[in-house]
């Protein structure tokens, strides 16, 4: 199961109480078709790869209906969602679950109770890093990023292994060395921070995050 | 009676016939052995020309018996109806040409069509032809055509009993439709459960909201409509008679009775509710804050009085409800001594509902539903949406156990109490505890259906799981709902957990007393929108049921039907058999216990008939004679020609069409067989055994609906007295040195089209086996 569940609640929430279905309605992108899940498991069946997750969304809806708030957004599962569609076109309650497993995931991050080594969830924040930095995302920066994401060894060892792969790409001129050595981007880099860090200020008042 | 009878046979030509049988050997035999007197062939019998032929032999020959060789009795029967009420023709007068009897040799779907078509059959099938036309002109010898009983009451008056949802709905629907009627209610208002109600389960689109309580519009309804009488306080204190002329005494409060004339009663007795002190565990009776729903509605309907807006308050102290707990399947849908077995099928929606009056009112407020299934059935899945959408919260889970706890509050500073719900979580598979104000248990209807006349003291013999069964079972209000003076009793028979007996499959409204039907929560655990819908369908049942008295037709499954059981009095032994084993308590006894039969009661199944050791029963066109006679009729080939006979006496009802439908789809089965359909395996007399024992059958199938706790018989329980009859038949065919497998008993269903012919074709194979009867030839 979870390791994150031995991390005490500051404020225990009373379980089966509406508390935390409020909180994910309010704050969690689609949060507010959570309440209505009928629990059929549908959901769980066809996802790929719920079945080896601690939580999959059946799970994970009833778990908020349950007021397990920590276990909920501590967990590594929402994480793991390949956005595949097979749980939202199956739903019979027409769930999009796919978008509340990611909204849970930004949700949980944005409180800083994401798991700090989840790989997708590095992978993610390795994206946004790029992309936030200059309005494009660099795509030699991003892999050499990735690579190197566990160490120099591991690094030097993904960079072989993958080395048909590169020289493949920039071969076919997908892959521009040169943009790992110039950053490039779009103009106006500073005026991209500032609608970002408007937005930021947006979301944060609205959730009431600081 | 005493008329001549004059017998003319028709054979026809058509549907192949005319090529695959010698018909003209047919016709030869018919006036030979038959021994009719007109007999004639025919390229298409059932053509205008073919049916004004018999018309015409009818109306200018004095031809009073009919004896059709053609297809199946269950075809073209309008064609080759020549009673004088024709049931297609309403209104048809009695006094218009008298009607001849018919018989029907089955030379279509009984031979040829399940006959290979091959020159090595045709001896075969000429054989099995000539044989149905034998038996036809038999059995129509011995036939008389019904006409309706002259001593049938005519009174169309129809009375309700009960005064909730169900019977002020029948009553309307009844009076709406034209007929007089009389409802009693035991208590001193109309309405019943439903006045108590703060709202209902919404009955149209969107189903999404409750709806309001229209109760008191409809109690008004009743209470303006010019043809219908009203006994508050009252009961009924004996019911007699039979449709069309009950005879019912109705006494008030204050013992004052009056008897009144009715051709038909509704029973709309409804439920009573489940006594929740039974579940201690969830702290009913511990606690004032744990409810039954019932009482949920009562406190919702004071709470949002006149005045509305209030909200709910907890019963211990009087603080505004902040939590509440449904707790589903409260004491149902359990094998626990003193629970319900059964799922009421409405309180799943009911608490939909009442977690609504608490989320409209504040949607603050917390409601959860605790489940394990919940059912919502039809459009109520659109409501289970709303509720969700409003925010109630649904839990997969198992309520075990409710604590309660007494709590200061602040405010007030009296005492309430705080409820732990303790349950598992199925779906995250854990023991969970929450905290509530108020919790709701959904508990159950128990049917209100009065005295349990076939109630069996488990006897020592009985199987364990048969006794663990009764202890779980509910008991019951032993005081009478209709005190009929029936012989077999003073209620409706039940059919299990008290709720009244029917077909549910085939007719569902019938019960087993003809001319009272029972709608409601009686019936089975309903809603008010189901309610009234059965409510509808029990005035309408009524209705047909005066209607039908009146002429003398006999109801479901034999609807139309004039025949009625007559006795010979002189030959009646006052065995009492009949008055027992009549499925529909249609006989009574007279102060010298000989039979009294009510033939408006009856429905001509014949069980009486099949019961009678002496054999004094009969119908006019249903008899001891017209069956035995067909069996007597069969030409017995001696025993070194190898070909056995084997007779299968088919209930008209299932086996019968199932052997026809056979037929049609050309499955073949073997031509040692002759059937003979029987209106229920109840009628079979153990003479017809006998007789066609000794007329040399090697074997004798008999095929009837499905019996037992799940029966499918048409006459409830017909097949299963004819199974017990056969199975004591056992001894004496051992005393006769005879194998027990000569005389074989079947359940078959309508359905059963490629099994039957396959039962038959291997019990031909057994009866090849154990060889040839014995006694052929003597
Ligand atoms: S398929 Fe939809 S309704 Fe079913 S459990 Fe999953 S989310 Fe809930
Ligand atoms: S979209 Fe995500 S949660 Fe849904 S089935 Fe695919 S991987 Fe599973
Ligand atoms: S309707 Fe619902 S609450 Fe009622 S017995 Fe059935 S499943 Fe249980
Ligand atoms: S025919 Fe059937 S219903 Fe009628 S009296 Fe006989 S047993 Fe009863």
Same mark, same amino acid.
């Given at each position: 199961?979870?390791?994150?569940?031995?991390?005490?609640?500051?404020?225990? =929430?009373?379980?089966?109480?509406?508390?935390?279905?409020?909180?994910?309605?309010?704050?969690?992108?689609?949060?507010?078709?959570?309440?209505?899940?009928?629990?059929?498991? =549908?959901?769980?069946?066809?996802?790929?790869?719920?079945?080896?997750?601690?939580?999959?969304?059946?799970?994970?809806?009833?778990?908020?209906?349950?007021?397990?708030?920590?276990?909920?957004?501590?967990?590594?599962?929402?994480?793991?969602?390949?956005?595949?569609?097979?749980?939202?076109?199956?739903?019979?309650?027409?769930?999009?679950?796919?978008?509340?497993?990611?909204?849970?995931?930004?949700?949980?991050?944005?409180?800083?109770?994401?798991?700090?080594?989840?790989?997708?969830?590095?992978?993610?924040?390795?994206?946004?890093?790029?992309?936030?930095?200059?309005?494009? =995302?660099?795509?030699?920066?991003?892999?050499?990023?990735?690579?190197?994401?566990?160490?120099?060894?591991?690094?030097?060892?993904?960079?072989?292994?993958?080395?048909?792969?590169?020289?493949?790409?920039?071969?076919?001129?997908?892959?521009?060395?040169?943009?790992?050595?110039?950053?490039?981007?779009?103009?106006?880099?500073?005026?991209?921070?500032?609608?970002?860090?408007?937005?930021?200020?947006?979301?944060?008042?609205?959730?009431?995050?600081? | 009676?005493?008329?001549?009878?004059?017998?003319?046979?028709?054979?026809?030509?058509?549907?192949?016939?005319?090529?695959?049988?010698?018909?003209?050997?047919?016709?030869?035999?018919?006036?030979?052995?038959?021994?009719?007197?007109?007999?004639?062939?025919?390229?298409?019998?059932?053509?205008?020309?073919?049916?004004?032929?018999?018309?015409?032999?009818?109306?200018?020959?004095?031809?009073?018996?009919?004896?059709?060789?053609? !297809?199946?009795?269950?075809?073209k029967t309008e064609a080759f109806n020549f009673s004088a009420t024709d049931a297609g023709r309403v209104g048809a007068a009695d006094e218009a040409t008298k009607g001849v009897a018919v018989a029907r040799a089955n030379l279509r779907e009984g031979v040829i069509w399940s006959q290979p078509d091959s020159d090595d059959a045709r001896e075969l099938t000429q054989d099995m032809a000539n044989d149905y036309v034998r038996m036809a002109c038999a059995e129509a010898k011995?036939?008389?055509?019904?006409?309706?009983?002259?001593?049938?009451?005519?009174?169309?008056?129809?009375?309700?009993?009960?005064?909730?949802?169900?019977?002020?709905?029948?009553?309307?629907?009844?009076?709406?439709?034209?007929?007089?009627?009389?409802?009693?209610?035991?208590?001193?208002?109309?309405?019943?459960?439903?006045?108590?109600?703060?709202?209902?389960?919404?009955?149209?689109?969107?189903?999404?909201?409750?709806?309001?309580?229209?109760?008191?519009?409809?109690?008004?309804?009743?209470?303006?409509?010019?043809?219908?009488?009203?006994?508050?306080?009252?009961?009924?204190?004996?019911?007699?008679?039979?449709?069309?002329?009950?005879?019912?005494?109705?006494?008030?409060?204050?013992?004052?009775?009056?008897?009144?004339?009715?051709?038909?009663?509704?029973?709309?007795?409804?439920?009573?509710?489940?006594?929740?002190?039974?579940?201690?565990?969830?702290?009913?009776?511990?606690?004032?804050?744990?409810?039954?729903?019932?009482?949920?509605?009562?406190?919702?309907?004071?709470?949002?009085?006149?005045?509305?807006?209030?909200?709910?308050?907890?019963?211990?102290?009087?603080?505004?409800?902040?939590?509440?707990?449904?707790?589903?399947?409260?004491?149902?849908?359990?094998?626990?001594?003193?629970?319900?077995?059964? !799922?009421?099928?409405?309180?799943?929606?009911?608490?939909?509902?009442?977690?609504?009056?608490?989320? /409209?009112?504040?949607?603050?407020?917390?409601?959860?539903?605790?489940?394990?299934?919940?059912?919502?059935?039809?459009?109520?899945?659109?409501?289970?949406?709303?509720?969700?959408?409003?925010?109630?919260?649904?839990?997969?889970?198992?309520?075990?156990?409710?604590?309660?706890?007494?709590?200061?509050?602040?405010?007030?500073?009296?005492?309430?109490?705080?409820?732990?719900?303790?349950?598992?979580?199925?779906?995250?598979?854990?023991?969970?505890?929450?905290?509530?104000?108020?919790?709701?248990?959904?508990?159950? %209807?128990?049917?209100?259906?009065?005295?349990?006349?076939?109630?069996?003291?488990?006897?020592?013999?009985?199987?364990?799981?048969?006794?663990?069964?009764?202890?779980?079972?509910?008991?019951?209000?032993?005081? *009478?709902?209709?005190?009929?003076?029936?012989?077999?009793?003073?209620?409706?028979?039940?059919?299990?957990?008290?709720?009244? /007996?029917?077909?549910?499959?085939?007719?569902?409204?019938?019960?087993?007393?003809?001319?009272?039907?029972?709608?409601?929560?009686?019936?089975?655990?309903?809603?008010?929108?189901?309610?009234?819908?059965?409510?509808?369908?029990?005035?309408?049942?009524?209705?047909?049921?005066?209607?039908?008295?009146?002429?003398?037709?006999?109801?479901?499954?034999?609807?139309?039907?004039?025949?009625?059981? *007559?006795?010979?009095?002189?030959?009646?032994? %006052?065995?009492?058999?009949?008055?027992?084993?009549?499925?529909?308590?249609?006989?009574?006894?007279?102060?010298?216990?000989?039979?009294?039969?009510?033939?408006?009661?009856?429905?001509?199944?014949?069980?009486?008939?099949?019961?009678?050791?002496?054999?004094?029963?009969?119908?006019?066109?249903? *008899?001891?004679?017209?069956?035995?006679?067909?069996?007597?009729?069969?030409?017995?080939?001696?025993?070194?020609?190898?070909?056995?006979?084997?007779?299968?006496?088919?209930?008209?009802?299932?086996?019968?069409?199932?052997?026809?439908?056979?037929?049609?789809?050309?499955?073949?089965?073997?031509?040692?067989?002759?059937?003979?359909?029987?209106?229920?395996?109840?009628?079979?007399?153990?003479?017809?055994?006998?007789?066609?024992?000794?007329?040399?059958?090697?074997?004798?199938?008999?095929?009837?609906?499905?019996?037992?706790?799940?029966?499918?018989?048409?006459?409830?329980?017909?097949?299963?007295?004819?199974?017990?009859?056969?199975?004591?038949?056992?001894?004496?065919?051992?005393?006769?040195?005879?194998?027990?497998?000569?005389?074989?008993?079947?359940?078959?269903?309508?359905?059963?089209?490629?099994?039957?012919?396959?039962?038959?074709?291997?019990?031909?194979?057994?009866?090849?086996?154990?060889?040839?009867?014995?006694?052929?030839?003597?």
């Open positions: 199961m979870n390791q994150t569940t031995s991390v005490s609640d500051p404020s225990p =929430v009373e379980k089966y109480r509406n508390n935390f279905l409020k909180e994910v309605e309010a704050n969690v992108e689609e949060g507010d078709w959570v309440k209505m899940c009928m629990q059929c498991g =549908v959901c769980s069946g066809s996802c790929p790869l719920g079945s080896a997750w601690a939580h999959p969304p059946q799970e994970l809806f009833m778990m908020i209906r349950a007021g397990q708030r920590e276990e909920v957004l501590r967990s590594e599962s929402m994480w793991m969602c390949t956005s595949c569609y097979s749980c939202v076109v199956r739903c019979p309650r027409e769930l999009p679950i796919m978008h509340i497993m990611h909204g849970l995931a930004n949700y949980a991050n944005r409180l800083g109770l994401a798991p700090k080594m989840n790989p997708t969830k590095r992978f993610a924040k390795l994206f946004w890093d790029n992309i936030a930095a200059t309005g494009r =995302v660099n795509e030699s920066r991003l892999s050499i990023k990735l690579y190197f994401m566990n160490g120099l060894v591991s690094g030097i060892k993904t960079a072989f292994a993958m080395r048909k792969v590169g020289l493949g790409m920039l071969k076919t001129h997908r892959l521009n060395l040169i943009g790992f050595f110039r950053a490039g981007g779009i103009k106006e880099k500073n005026q991209l921070q500032q609608m970002l860090n408007k937005a930021y200020e947006i979301e944060d008042k609205r959730k009431g995050l600081s | 009676m005493t008329n001549e009878v004059k017998v003319a046979a028709y054979m026809c030509k058509g549907c192949g016939l005319g090529e695959r049988l010698d018909t003209k050997l047919l016709v030869d035999i018919a006036q030979s052995e038959g021994g009719v007197s007109i007999c004639k062939s025919h390229d298409y019998l059932c053509s205008s020309d073919g049916i004004a032929t018999i018309r015409d032999d009818i109306d200018n020959q004095g031809v009073t018996h009919v004896v059709i060789g053609a !297809c199946s009795r269950r075809s011995f036939m008389q055509q019904p006409v309706a009983d002259p001593e049938r009451g005519a009174n169309k008056r129809i009375l309700v009993v009960g005064g909730g949802i169900s019977g002020i709905t029948a009553a309307l629907e009844s009076a709406k439709a034209g007929y007089e009627v009389l409802l009693v209610e035991k208590t001193a208002h109309l309405g019943g459960w439903t006045k108590t109600f703060h709202r209902r389960l919404p009955a149209k689109e969107p189903y999404a909201h409750p709806h309001d309580n229209d109760i008191d519009e409809l109690v008004n309804q009743i209470e303006v409509a010019a043809n219908i009488t009203v006994f508050l306080n009252a009961t009924l204190t004996k019911t007699s008679g039979a449709p069309g002329q009950f005879s019912v005494d109705i006494t008030t409060e204050s013992g004052a009775t009056v008897t009144e004339n009715v051709g038909a009663l509704v029973q709309a007795s409804g439920f009573t509710r489940y006594d929740a002190s039974q579940l201690p565990e969830f702290g009913y009776g511990k606690s004032p804050d744990v409810v039954d729903q019932i009482e949920l509605e009562a406190l919702a309907k004071s709470a949002n009085g006149p005045n509305g807006e209030g909200g709910i308050a907890r019963p211990s102290d009087g603080k505004m409800v902040e939590s509440v707990v449904f707790v589903q399947c409260a004491g149902q849908r359990s094998d626990k001594p003193g629970h319900l077995p059964y !799922c009421s099928g409405y309180c799943c929606n009911v608490s939909i509902k009442q977690a609504m009056y608490f989320k /409209d009112q504040n949607p603050d407020i917390d409601t959860n539903v605790i489940y394990t299934d919940l059912r919502t059935p039809g459009n109520s899945e659109d409501f289970y949406r709303s509720a969700q959408l409003k925010g109630v919260v649904f839990t997969n889970g198992t309520v075990n156990k409710i604590e309660v706890n007494k709590i200061e509050v602040n405010k007030v500073g009296t005492e309430g109490d705080q409820l732990s719900v303790n349950f598992h979580d199925h779906i995250l598979d854990q023991d969970a505890i929450t905290h509530a104000d108020l919790v709701v248990l959904a508990t159950g %209807q128990v049917p209100n259906s009065g005295v349990d006349i076939e109630s069996k003291i488990p006897d020592a013999n009985d199987r364990a799981d048969n006794t663990a069964g009764q202890s779980a079972q509910v008991k019951v209000s032993v005081e *009478s709902i209709l005190n009929l003076d029936y012989r077999q009793g003073r209620d409706l028979p039940h059919l299990k957990h008290g709720f009244s /007996d029917s077909h549910f499959i085939c007719f569902p409204y019938e019960t087993r007393r003809t001319g009272i039907y029972t709608c409601g929560p009686v019936r089975r655990p309903m809603d008010i929108v189901q309610s009234i819908e059965d409510a509808t369908g029990a005035a309408m049942k009524a209705i047909q049921a005066v209607e039908g008295a009146a002429m003398g037709r006999a109801a479901h499954p034999r609807s139309g039907d004039l025949s009625y059981p *007559s006795f010979r009095k002189e030959g009646c032994t %006052q065995c009492k058999r009949c008055t027992v084993e009549c499925p529909f308590g249609a006989i009574d006894e007279d102060e010298n216990h000989y039979p009294v039969f009510n033939e408006s009661r009856c429905r001509r199944c014949g069980t009486c008939m099949g019961a009678c050791p002496v054999r004094v029963i009969s119908f006019e066109n249903y *008899s001891v004679d017209t069956v035995g006679q067909q069996i007597k009729a069969v030409d017995m080939p001696d025993e070194f020609d190898e070909k056995p006979r084997i007779l299968i006496l088919a209930c008209e009802n299932d086996a019968y069409p199932a052997l026809d439908m056979a037929a049609h789809n050309r499955i073949e089965y073997n031509a040692f067989v002759r059937i003979i359909p029987v209106r229920c395996l109840g009628s079979v007399n153990l003479i017809w055994v006998t007789d066609a024992i000794n007329a040399g059958f090697d074997g004798i199938m008999m095929m009837g609906c499905k019996k037992g706790e799940d029966y499918q018989c048409h006459f409830v329980s017909g097949s299963e007295l004819a199974h017990e009859r056969m199975s004591k038949i056992n001894d004496t065919l051992s005393q006769l040195q005879l194998e027990p497998e000569r005389v074989q008993t079947y359940e078959v269903e309508i359905t059963d089209i490629e099994r039957v012919p396959k039962l038959i074709n291997d019990y031909a194979a057994k009866i090849d086996e154990i060889g040839m009867n014995p006694f052929k030839g003597f």
